[in-house]
């Protein structure tokens, strides 16, 4: 087989499928640029990761088909995967379009069990998994030296790591590479950006082994083939311009690219641009990590303005404790984040009593989804053993908060939207997860359940919370009307008038202490006679 790059230059030569008259049947693979570029850095033996990602059609699916083929080629006897997530997407994405490319390759694929079997020992599978248990098959099976996940966006990271326990290879020089391609959104979203696109690494996760290939619809030379024959071009003409000559051509010359440049900001934003800040189907798409959070020191935040604590538990997944803060009306503010890891209840509960102790700060209520009671250690529920430790320490106990996801969502994203609710820049993992945050296609009320929306699920039952008051102290109220007071010229002078000076500040003291009233506060609304489970 000649294996030719876009501009023409033999990338290698590998024997090919024989044909039926025992000749040698002829298979060119003609790579563009950033296929090319996704093959090359496979054969570095640097990256064990690869995203291939980024915008609408840059021919990223074609590039998995055309790579894995010259990596079969170029090493004999060795597998590999192309995984999609159904079959049918499998079928009408790969196979049909692999098959009407290269007709001699049907000659070599068994229907049955999916395989491609190439004369030199080399196979791959096209592989599709329903549900987690048909995954679990594939997860058991043979080793695959390459591993080729499309619309990998699709996927939960549980599975990608599932998978990337059989990329390895016993008896073959073939570097081993788990290869992802796919566009911004979906349930892989947040880990795909953590790791590939901001990253961020955590545990034994070695940033040399994670690489990133981004693609865009002007690297794929067929949108402009028609305009540049029209132009007297070439292909070879077109990848020698740059990056942004190339854009620029694209958008002018072309249909595709003028229909995309005409779409509406966010989808322009998520098709064209390849944008992992905004894609379709953004659950909060009111939310803008770059210009929304504020600086904690621009807040004001008094001793008098009601606090409460919520969080969701998590050993395995993070534990994420948020504090927030009541302004008065409608106004809140997400003022701190606690992630924990691997910590017992107790380490929690630990943790957040330091910091209220290291502040002053005074809580009036702790709020938690209703699995703290449910899920036990040690034959205790995680409630109950985080009870103990904040109870001892003069904090108000754990309770279930209201955990209806429509009415969650619903309220998040009215604060949101209002700017009604502010967020501190310290909030990282909960201005990270916001952002990831995709909107449930069925229901259309909430957010899809994925792994890491753990920050969510905690800001979520800290919003449904009933507000307590907001009012300053006595003595502070008086202040401020005395000086409105004076302001305006109704405060007599206490040196030349002092009797009616005397007057109107009783008056004033008089009507603010009326408006003071013991209330109970909520998080000892209905505390009486209940102990802690």
Request: with cysteine.
């Amino acid at each position: 087989a000649r294996l030719r790059g876009a501009g023409g230059h033999e990338v290698s030569a590998v024997p090919s499928p024989r044909g039926d008259n025992g000749g040698m049947a002829e298979l060119e693979l003609s790579l563009q640029p950033k296929q090319e570029d996704l093959y090359e850095l496979m054969e570095a033996r640097t990256a064990r990761w690869i995203l291939f990602a980024g915008a609408q059609g840059a021919a990223k699916s074609a590039g998995l088909r055309r790579v894995n083929l010259m990596r079969r080629a170029t090493y004999p006897g060795t597998g590999s995967i192309l995984f999609r997530r159904t079959l049918p997407e499998l079928k009408l994405n790969h196979l049909q379009p692999m098959f009407a490319e290269w007709p001699v390759l049907e000659r070599y694929y068994n229907q049955g069990d999916r395989m491609l079997r190439l004369p030199n020992g080399s196979w791959t599978y096209f592989g599709s998994a329903d549900n987690k248990a048909h995954l679990d098959r594939i997860g058991f099976g043979p080793e695959f030296a390459d591993i080729f996940v499309d619309e990998g966006q699709q996927v939960d990271w549980e599975w990608q790591d599932l998978l990337h326990s059989r990329n390895r290879v016993t008896r073959s020089p073939i570097w081993p590479v788990h290869v992802i391609a796919g566009n911004p959104g979906g349930r892989g979203h947040a880990e795909l950006k953590r790791r590939f696109i901001d990253r961020t690494f955590r545990g034994n996760e070695r940033g040399e082994e994670y690489a990133f290939i981004p693609a865009h619809a002007w690297d794929n030379v067929e949108w402009a083939r028609a305009a540049l024959e029209e132009d007297g071009l070439a292909p070879a003409d077109y990848y020698a311009w740059t990056d942004a000559e190339r854009k620029r051509y694209f958008l002018e010359r072309t249909e595709r690219g003028r229909a995309m440049d005409a779409y509406p900001p966010r989808l322009r934003e998520a098709f064209l641009e390849g944008s992992w800040d905004t894609f379709v189907g953004q659950a909060f798409d009111c939310w803008d990590k770059n210009d929304h959070p504020v600086s904690l020191g621009d807040v004001d935040i008094q001793p008098w303005h009601p606090r409460w604590i919520s969080l969701d538990w998590g050993f395995n997944h993070p534990c994420v404790v948020l504090f927030h803060a009541s302004l008065g009306g409608r106004k809140r503010v997400t003022y701190r984040e606690l992630v924990f890891r691997q910590r017992s209840p107790e380490e929690v509960a630990k943790g957040i009593v330091s910091i209220v102790k290291d502040s002053g700060e005074r809580i009036r209520d702790i709020l938690a989804g209703g699995d703290i009671f449910n899920r036990h250690m040690d034959e205790q529920t995680v409630g109950s053993r985080m009870n103990r430790i904040l109870l001892e320490a003069g904090l108000p106990e754990a309770r279930v908060g209201n955990v209806d996801r429509s009415a969650g969502f619903q309220i998040v994203y009215d604060l949101l939207a209002s700017r009604d609710l502010l967020i501190t820049k310290n909030c990282g993992t909960l201005i990270e997860t916001l952002g990831n945050l995709k909107l449930d296609e069925e229901t259309l009320d909430d957010v899809e359940k994925v792994n890491g929306d753990d920050a969510y699920d905690a800001l979520k039952v800290g919003m449904l919370r009933d507000d307590d008051p907001v009012s300053a102290p006595v003595g502070v109220r008086v202040k401020a009307r005395l000086e409105a007071e004076e302001a305006a010229g109704r405060l007599p002078n206490p040196e030349t008038n002092p009797t009616d000076h005397y007057l109107v500040k009783m008056k004033v003291i008089e009507t603010e202490q009326a408006k003071t009233a013991f209330r109970v506060p909520a998080w000892a609304r209905g505390l009486r006679g209940r102990k802690s489970r």
